[in-house]
């Protein structure tokens, strides 16, 4: 994905948004950010990288012609500017999307009403028999399950889903373990939260 002088929003200033925009700064996006919050309440904008434009409320993401919005977890799809700027043919993802279209590695997410915790250890275990160690993200637990006579090692789950920064520092701690795929259940909140 080329990123090089793309008018880009990104909406909602939190640590993720602020790392969010330093990843498109540095790859050459032309970023404005915007949160609901007044500047001075926002936490941490000193990171976010000189020259890129911050404005307080959501109304001016309706007034650019934005070509992608990237949209922080918690931020409610259903916001108006960003209906509006898709409705004008920006790409609207969040930012764990963004993410994938940067990583060569392979995830497996899992959603529905029924049997996503079942699919998701389906699917690790099958990976991980075929010698593709593969980590678990969901309800029952995170980690690696159980193969052949290694036994199941999952930390307990607050959420189904874990928030965007949980997620992350996950992905990374299971890639050093040698994961190379993980499977992932991907809970409706989890979705409506823009978590993924």
């Known amino acids: 994905m080329d990123l ?3 008018h880009t929003a990104v909406i909602g200033m939190g640590r993720t948004g602020i790392a969010t ?3 498109l700064v540095k790859r050459g996006a032309d970023v404005t950010c915007f949160d609901q919050k007044p500047l001075r309440d926002l936490h941490g904008i000193d ?6 434009r911050i404005v307080d ?10 070509g992608l919005v990237v949209v922080s977890p918690g931020v409610p799809m259903s916001l108006g500017g960003i209906g509006a700027a898709s409705g004008r043919g920006a790409e609207v993802i969040s930012e764990i999307e963004l993410a994938s279209r940067f990583t060569r590695k392979r995830i497996v997410a899992i959603t529905g009403t029924n049997g996503k915790t079942s ?11 075929l010698g593709r160690k593969t980590a678990i993200i969901g309800t029952v637990g995170n980690g690696f399950p159980s193969t052949g006579d290694r036994p199941t090692a999952l930390t307990p789950a607050l959420n189904t889903t874990p928030d965007a920064i949980e997620l992350q520092q996950r992905l990374a701690r299971y890639r050093a373990d040698g994961a190379v795929a993980c499977a992932m259940e991907v809970s409706s909140h989890g979705l409506a939260q823009g978590r993924v």
């Open 21 to 23: 925009t330093g990843f």
């Open 57 to 66: 409320g959501w109304d001016g993401v309706t007034m650019g012609d934005y």
């Open 119 to 129: 699919v998701a250890h389906w699917i690790a275990q099958a990976l991980s028999a």
């Open 4 to 6: 090089k002088g793309m």
């Open 47 to 52: 990171r976010i990288p000189e020259g890129t």
